[in-house]
């Protein structure tokens, strides 16, 4: 939170954010999975986590909404 006379420039905004990557872990470990968001390379064998998916897409695949250039 800013203080009265604090500008925004004074802030470290890189250290604000929240690592999305690192958000995920915890939540795959909260659920009781192995913490592996984003280490996969082309294959998974955890079938029911629920960001296996998104571990497995393209970047492309997941800012499209899926879609690829082939679907379109």
């Known amino acids: 939170m800013l203080k009265p006379k604090q500008t925004t420039k004074s ?3 890189k250290n604000s954010f929240l690592d999305m990557t690192e958000l ?7 659920e009781g999975n ?6 996969a390379q082309g294959y998974c064998d ?7 998916r998104y571990c497995l897409e393209k970047p492309q695949q997941l800012l499209n909404g ?7």
């Open 24 to 30: 995920i872990r915890s939540v795959q470990r909260a």
């Open 46 to 52: 955890q079938v029911n986590c629920t960001w296996r």
């Open 66 to 72: 899926g879609k690829t250039h082939e679907d379109e």
């Open 11 to 13: 802030l470290d905004f």
């Open 34 to 39: 192995p913490d592996c968001f984003d280490t």
